[in-house]
């Protein structure tokens, strides 16, 4: 089993739609977990972390985890073709806390 | 504030060369982190800084690969002897590295292509 495991995708939602990305981890300790938004040909940019239960929110995008099912999830609201990128969820690893990367979900939004 | 920075942005090398990549971190970041990108491996982690700590290697590929961090500061991720399956975009990410919340942030890269 992968650490961390994404849906690759493609996810294609209407623009306006809710877009809705997964994650599941391994490792029942992890604490803290991470979303990136990578566009194509550009380095990841992290949009949003989250070290709780629940939800957190950040103007559209809405992070949610659930450690007991070992599950973190990222919702996009009123998505928009500027957000038609590739997500990646990132959690911190060993003593160095060296991110796992899961393979990423790439979004499409569209028209 | 400047983020974290790399250059350069494109190397083409032919195999057997080395190469030297360079990794500037956000003023203040202790941590400093390199990972490769590449088509069907994602994105991997290969070695980690940490203040005047030894560095956590165990991500480096092969031998042939190794960094070091001058100063606490910038960084050199030397490749000897590039072979093919080196090809792929190194980042650079830094963070403050209190502890395992604190968040990392990614340089734009260095796209490798090894001929």
């Known amino acids: 089993q992968k650490e961390v495991e994404q849906n690759s995708g493609p996810l294609s939602v209407p623009e306006g739609a809710i877009a809705s990305l997964n994650c599941t981890y391994s490792?029942?300790?992890?604490?803290?977990f991470f979303w990136y938004r990578q566009y194509s040909g550009k380095s990841p940019e992290l949009i949003m972390s989250?070290?709780?239960?629940g939800d957190k929110e950040d103007g559209r995008f809405t992070a949610q985890l659930n450690k007991a099912s070992q599950y973190v999830s990222l919702l996009i609201r009123d998505s928009q073709p500027s957000d038609s990128a590739t997500y990646l969820c990132a959690v911190p690893t060993g003593t160095a806390s060296k991110l796992t990367f899961g393979t990423g979900t790439r979004l499409q939004v569209t028209l | 504030g400047a983020g974290v920075s790399q250059s350069p942005s494109n190397k083409v090398t032919e195999k057997g060369k080395d190469v030297e990549l360079r990794c500037d971190p956000i003023s203040g970041h202790t941590a400093l982190y390199w990972y490769r990108q590449s088509l069907g491996q994602g994105l991997e982690f290969l070695i980690y800084?940490?203040?005047?700590?030894?560095?956590?290697k165990s991500g480096l590929p092969s031998d042939r690969f190794s960094a070091e961090r001058t100063g606490g500061s910038v960084s050199t991720l030397t490749i000897q002897r590039t072979q093919q399956e080196d090809s792929a975009v190194y980042l650079c990410a830094s963070s403050l590295a209190r502890t395992e919340r604190d968040e990392q942030f990614f340089g734009p890269g260095t796209r490798l292509t090894v001929l």
């Open positions: 800084f940490q203040g005047n700590s030894a560095p956590d």
């Open positions: 989250i070290y709780s239960n």
């Open positions: 490792d029942r300790g992890s604490q803290s």
